[in-house]
Every structure is written in C-alpha cells, then in structure tokens.
C-alpha cells in the first residue's frame, strides 16, 4: 500500500531555513502528484505547495518566493524547502500523493485532490 514518511521537522528561530522531506513507496513514484499541507493548532489544513509528474508547481501566496518544493523520483522523496521562516510557519506539515493530475501554478493545493497522507512532522518557528 501507499505509504509517506515525512522527516526533517523541528524547531528554528525566524528568519532560519528547514528542508522536509518525504519518503514514498507502494506505488509508482513518477506517476502521482505530490504536495506539503500544514495544519496549525485550531486551524483548517492548508495547501502549502505542490507539484505534478511533469514538475509544474503550485504555491500557497504565503509561502511564495520563500519555500520551494520538489521532488527526486530516482530516489521516491518529495522535498520541501523552507527559508525565511516566520513563527507563522509553525504547524504540523502533512506529505500527500494524488491522481496523475494536472497542477496548476495559479491555484493553491487542495487537499480533496489527495488521496494518502503521512503521519505528520512538527515544524516550529519561535520569534
């Protein structure tokens, strides 16, 4: 079956820089579209970044210009890097995988479009 680790959370002071990556196995890598959610206490899951099997990327207009997604299919990891944290980057940042669908640049993730998630890792930016 689908299964997404993520790893590389932790706590930063703002203004410092975290890479997430992400783990994937139970199907083939290069065939779904990929994202980052975040879900901070109280709040509604968000659309971070995404990107789909031909490498267009979709970015939530907070987090545009400073974190930026990608992915290594030779070895099945989805990456997120995030520079320039502010404490409102803290949350919980979730790894998903969809359909073979196509994203959009102007449109932020949504996450009905994604069908298996991971666990979570914890990221906190203090001020």
């Known amino acids: 079956q689908v299964q997404l680790v993520e790893s590389g959370g932790g706590s930063v002071q703002a203004g410092g820089s975290l890479r997430l990556s992400c783990a994937a196995s139970?199907?083939?890598?290069?065939?779904?579209?990929m994202g980052w959610f975040r879900q901070a206490p109280g709040k509604e899951r968000e659309g971070v970044a995404a990107i789909d099997r031909a490498g267009r990327t979709s970015y939530a207009d907070s987090v545009k210009g400073r974190f930026t997604i990608s992915k290594d299919n030779a070895k099945h990891t989805l990456n997120l890097q995030m520079n320039s944290l502010k404490p409102d980057d803290s949350a919980m940042y979730y790894c998903a995988a969809g359909g073979d669908f196509v994203v959009v640049p102007t449109s932020r993730p949504s996450a009905a479009d994604f069908g298996y998630w991971g666990q979570g890792t914890q990221v906190t930016v203090s001020s």
């Open positions: 139970g199907y083939t890598f290069g065939s779904y579209s």
